[in-house]
C-alpha cells in the first residue's frame, strides 16, 4: 500500500495544525514586538531632534575680565543645538582656554538654558614687554592680559629669561619668582615693588621705599619668608641697603654707612 494511502489519526493532525498556529502566533508577537521597540526608538529619537530638546539660550555667570560673548563663543555652543548633544566636560574645557579662565562648570536644563558658571584667575603680578607693554600674571604664571587700573600689591616680574607671550600662555622662567610672591605675608609682599631672577636663577626682591632682600635659590621659600618677616618687624630699617636671608636662621643685614 502508497504510503499516501495511510490516514492520519485526526487526533495527531489536529495537534499539528495546533502547532503549526501556536508557531505563527509566537512568531508574530515577537515581530510586534520589535516593531514596537524599533517605534519607540525612533519615535523618541525623533522627539530629541525637535525643538523640545534646542538650547534656547546661553547664560554666563562669574564672567567680568572676559566678556559674555567671549565665553559663549568659546564653548561651542548656540541657540538651536540639540541639548542633548552636550558634552559638559568638554564645553567647559574650551572655555577654560580663555586667558582669565580658571574654572568652568557646564549645567543644562530641560527648559532650554545652558549656564555656563566660571570662576576667573586672580592676579599677583606684572611683567613688561619688549614694546613697553605691562601684563597681568596669575600664581601659576599664566599670562592674563594687559594691566589695566590699579596694579597696587603686584610686584613686577624681572630678569634673565621672564619674557610675556601670548594671553594664555605660561611665562616661562618664573616658576622660582612666582613661589617666592605666594610664600611671603600679605604685610611684606605689599612692601616688594618687583622679584628678579638673575642669570644663574637666584632670587632678589626690591622693597619700597628702599633695600633689596636677596633669597638666592628658590628653595626653602617659606623660612626665607618667615625670616624675612621677622627681620623687617623688629629690626630698624633706617639705612637699609640689603638683608640675605640666604641662610634663614641668620639674615645679615647691610646698611649704609653713617
Known amino acids: 500500500m502508497d504510503d499516501t494511502d495511510v490516514e492520519v489519526d485526526p487526533r495527531i493532525a489536529a495537534r499539528r495544525l495546533s502547532v503549526a498556529q501556536e508557531r505563527r502566533r509566537r512568531r508574530a508577537r515577537r515581530l510586534l514586538v520589535v516593531a514596537v521597540v524599533v517605534g519607540v526608538v525612533v519615535g523618541a529619537w525623533l522627539i530629541t531632534r525637535t525643538g523640545l530638546f534646542d538650547i534656547d539660550r546661553l547664560r554666563v555667570d562669574g564672567a567680568t575680565h572676559e566678556s559674555a560673548d567671549e565665553v559663549v563663543t568659546a564653548s561651542g555652543l548656540r541657540p538651536g543645538d540639540q541639548l542633548l548633544d552636550i558634552d559638559s566636560g568638554s564645553v ?67 630678569g634673565a629669561g621672564v619674557t610675556p607671550g601670548a594671553p594664555g600662555e605660561t611665562i616661562e622662567g618664573a616658576e622660582g619668582a612666582l613661589q617666592a610672591i605666594a610664600a611671603l605675608g600679605p604685610g611684606v609682599r605689599s612692601r616688594v615693588i618687583a622679584v628678579v631672577v638673575e642669570n644663574d636663577g637666584t ?7 628702599q633695600g633689596v632682600v636677596i633669597l638666592g635659590p628658590p628653595t626653602d621659600l617659606a623660612a626665607k619668608a618667615a625670616s624675612l618677616t621677622t627681620f623687617l618687624g623688629q629690626v630698624e630699617q633706617r639705612g637699609l641697603v640689603s638683608v640675605s636671608v640666604v641662610d634663614p636662621a641668620n639674615p645679615v643685614a647691610r646698611r649704609t654707612p653713617r
Request: aromatic fraction near 2%.
Open 92 to 158: 567647559a574645557a574650551r572655555v577654560e582656554q580663555l586667558p582669565w579662565v580658571d574654572t568652568a562648570k557646564v549645567a543644562t536644563s530641560m527648559n532650554g538654558v545652558v549656564a555656563i558658571t566660571v570662576t576667573e584667575r586672580t592676579p599677583v603680578a606684572t611683567i613688561g614687554d619688549s614694546m613697553g607693554g605691562r601684563h597681568l600674571v596669575d600664581a601659576t604664571g599664566r599670562l592674563l592680559g594687559p594691566v589695566e587700573g590699579d596694579t597696587a600689591g603686584l610686584a613686577s616680574l624681572e
Open 203 to 209: 632670587l632678589k626682591l626690591r622693597l619700597n621705599p
